[in-house]
């Protein structure tokens, strides 16, 4: 991917607990996984704010019908012996 070098503002103590942790090298690589993240976010949002326009707010019955079936398979999975969340990722 081609890059260009912009000037940002961050505040330094931010900026320099980034630094400490991922070294002077990986101070670009380290902000530009957090933007992409926050995009990853924002678009998540946007179709969050569609779907309910469109099919309106998610319900309390349907978001505790969400968790049960979530930690039903949480506990699935750890039966399995692999860590919850591990059953799906790809490998990079």
């Not at 990986?26 to 995009?39: D, K, L």
């Not at 969400?66 to 969340?85: C, D, I, K, L, S």
Request: hydrophobic share 30%; no cysteine.
């Amino acid at each position: 991917m081609a890059t260009k070098k912009y000037t940002v503002t961050l505040p330094e103590e931010l900026a320099e607990e980034i630094r400490q942790d991922v070294g002077s090298g990986g101070f670009s690589a380290y902000v530009t996984r957090a933007i992409e993240r926050q995009r990853e976010r924002d678009r998540l949002g946007e179709l969050v704010a569609r779907l309910e326009e469109e099919h309106g707010s998610v319900t309390d019955d349907e978001l505790a019908s969400a968790e049960a079936e979530r930690r039903e398979f949480e506990r699935h999975f750890t039966e399995q012996g692999a860590p919850a969340g591990q059953q799906h990722r790809k490998a990079s």
